[in-house]
């Protein structure tokens, strides 16, 4: 990033001569405790190659999520890491789209992630996984999908029902359409079996 542009967004309210010596003053106090954290020269600025920020953490287990694997036992990102939203407060087009990739690789890595832990039988982690999705995306079906299968692997029958009712109504309310097949099959047989249970 230019430090014309660097100083003018975190001193936006100062003269532009100010903004710089705010700039000039920050990197100095900086660079004395974590001299790699920020590189430059005459007028660019860019973080250093060692910095991993916590996007790059999310996108890195996102990628490994989809490649099939799960990742590494000593990566370990919060969930909140990916419903945080990228550079909520910039306008520019290109961050519009990098937004956009980001929210969206972070809702398939959740589903993902709750496919997972499912799979492994950390039922408890499945159901938080695919409750962050949710809280991202709210209306987004395939998270609802993945949390119904983490109630009904863990036996929690009732859980699943209620949640697919739940959702319908929000559907039913919101959009004025009704999920789809694929959800309602999950618990498609409960009632069945229910009725089967009762002779």
Same mark, same amino acid.
């Given at each position: 990033?230019p430090r014309? /542009?660097?100083a003018?967004?975190l001193?936006p309210?100062?003269?532009q001569d100010h ?5 000039? !003053?920050t *990197?100095w +106090?900086l660079?004395k405790?974590?001299? #790699?954290? @920020?590189?430059?020269?005459a007028e660019m %600025?860019?973080?250093g190659?060692e910095?991993?920020a916590?996007?790059?953490l &999310? *996108? +890195?287990?996102?990628?490994?999520l989809?490649s099939?694997h799960?990742?590494?036992e000593?990566?370990v990102v919060?969930?909140g ?5 990228l %550079?909520?407060?910039?306008d520019?087009?290109? &961050?519009?789209?990098?937004r956009?990739?980001f929210r ?5 890595? %959740?589903e993902q992630m709750s496919?997972s832990?499912? /799979?492994?039988g950390q039922?408890?982690?499945? @159901?938080e !996984?695919?409750?962050?999705a949710i809280?991202? #995306?709210p209306? +987004?079906e395939?998270p609802r999908? =993945?949390?119904v299968?983490?109630?009904l692997?863990?036996g929690?029958i009732?859980?699943?029902? =209620?949640? &697919?009712?739940h959702?319908?109504a @929000?559907l039913?309310?919101?959009? $004025?359409?009704a999920?789809?097949?694929q959800?309602?099959?999950? &618990?498609?047989n *409960? $009632? *069945?079996?229910r =009725?089967?249970?009762?002779?």
């Amino acid at each position: 990033m230019p430090r014309s /542009r660097a100083a003018g967004v975190l001193w936006p309210n100062s003269s532009q001569d100010h903004a710089f010596a705010c700039l000039r !003053s920050t *990197l100095w +106090r900086l660079r004395k405790v974590l001299p #790699e954290l @920020i590189q430059g020269e005459a007028e660019m %600025l860019w973080i250093g190659a060692e910095v991993e920020a916590d996007v790059d953490l &999310v *996108l +890195r287990v996102a990628d490994t999520l989809a490649s099939g694997h799960d990742p590494d036992e000593g990566v370990v990102v919060p969930l909140g890491w990916f419903a945080h939203e990228l %550079l909520p407060d910039w306008d520019d087009d290109w &961050v519009y789209i990098e937004r956009e990739h980001f929210r969206m690789t972070a809702l398939h890595a %959740l589903e993902q992630m709750s496919a997972s832990y499912r /799979r492994k039988g950390q039922f408890a982690q499945a @159901i938080e !996984s695919a409750l962050a999705a949710i809280a991202v #995306e709210p209306m +987004r079906e395939s998270p609802r999908r =993945a949390l119904v299968a983490a109630f009904l692997a863990e036996g929690n029958i009732s859980d699943a029902l =209620a949640h &697919v009712k739940h959702y319908t109504a @929000i559907l039913d309310t919101e959009l $004025g359409v009704a999920p789809s097949a694929q959800l309602t099959g999950l &618990v498609a047989n *409960l $009632g *069945l079996a229910r =009725a089967s249970a009762r002779r």
